[in-house]
């Protein structure tokens, strides 16, 4: 990870840590998320002659989330992403990781018209993208800032709990390769994910629906 970055990633983990730790206090709800699914990366990530499928699997997401209004929370999420060439084009694999501190609303009074055990959160924030190809291009690493911004519908099995469905997007802030054979195997996009999880609540549900 370029040196530049790291003064950046850990002002992000400092202040999600700290902002719930002290947030802790004033409620009892903090959710342990999971969830695996596909995702496909831009077209316009890639230099030329290189392309990856539309569709790639897996995708996971890790979160921690508390919500410390009814409707207001954070969470500190990391997500894994595997993408691969498309059929006769270069062969590569690319690793996509990425680390995110987000605010959450929860718009389950938007959503109204949805059964009742239906509650809709929409996320967004900042993080930290890092690129690792694999095969004949592992020298073409690199890391950029990004933002992620999603949408999920849980329901719910149990007030402990919840069942749901992701779409997020994570737009990448990514600079163009100095040169082209820097971006052979590489990618500097962005990236639509789509999971299905599960989100338990570790401390009681003082805001569940």
Same mark, same amino acid.
């Given at each position: 990870? &370029?040196?530049?970055?790291?003064?950046?990633?850990?002002?992000?983990?400092?202040?999600?840590?700290?902002?719930?730790?002290?947030?802790?206090?004033?409620?009892?709800?903090?959710?342990?998320?999971?969830?695996?699914?596909?995702?496909?990366?831009?077209?316009?990530?890639?230099? #030329? %002659?290189?392309?990856?499928?539309? @569709?790639?699997? &897996?995708?996971?997401?890790?979160?921690?989330?508390?919500? !410390?209004?009814?409707?207001?929370? #954070?969470?500190?999420?990391?997500?894994?992403?595997?993408?691969?060439?498309?059929?006769?084009?270069?062969?590569?694999?690319? %690793?996509?990781?990425?680390?995110?501190?987000?605010?959450?609303?929860?718009?389950?009074?938007?959503?109204?018209?949805? &059964?009742?055990?239906?509650?809709?959160?929409?996320? #967004?924030?900042?993080?930290?993208?890092?690129?690792?190809?694999?095969? %004949?291009?592992?020298?073409?690493?690199?890391?950029?800032?990004?933002?992620?911004?999603?949408?999920? !519908?849980?329901?719910?099995?149990?007030?402990?709990?919840? @069942?749901?469905?992701? #779409?997020?997007?994570?737009?990448?802030?990514?600079?163009?390769?100095?040169?082209?054979?820097?971006? !052979?195997?590489? !990618?500097?996009?962005?990236?639509?994910?789509?999971?299905?999880?599960?989100?338990?609540?570790?401390?009681?549900?003082?805001?569940?629906?």
């Amino acid at each position: 990870m &370029p040196l530049k970055f790291k003064p950046i990633l850990f002002s992000i983990l400092f202040t999600s840590f700290s902002f719930f730790v002290f947030s802790q206090s004033d409620t009892n709800t903090i959710k342990a998320q999971f969830a695996l699914g596909v995702n496909s990366p831009s077209a316009n990530g890639f230099v #030329a %002659n290189f392309e990856a499928k539309s @569709v790639n699997f &897996p995708s996971i997401n890790l979160g921690i989330q508390y919500m !410390f209004k009814p409707k207001l929370g #954070a969470k500190l999420d990391f997500g894994y992403n595997r993408f691969s060439n498309l059929n006769n084009t270069p062969e590569f694999k690319i %690793n996509y990781t990425r680390l995110n501190a987000q605010l959450v609303y929860n718009a389950t009074s938007v959503f109204g018209f949805l &059964p009742q055990r239906i509650a809709t959160f929409v996320h #967004a924030g900042p993080g930290l993208t890092t690129i690792k190809p694999l095969g %004949n291009y592992t020298q073409n690493d690199t890391s950029f800032l990004n933002a992620m911004a999603g949408i999920e !519908f849980h329901y719910g099995v149990s007030d402990k709990l919840s @069942v749901y469905f992701d #779409a997020s997007y994570i737009l990448g802030f990514g600079k163009d390769f100095n040169s082209i054979s820097d971006g !052979f195997g590489s !990618f500097n996009g962005n990236l639509l994910t789509l999971t299905i999880g599960a989100s338990i609540s570790l401390s009681g549900c003082q805001y569940c629906d």
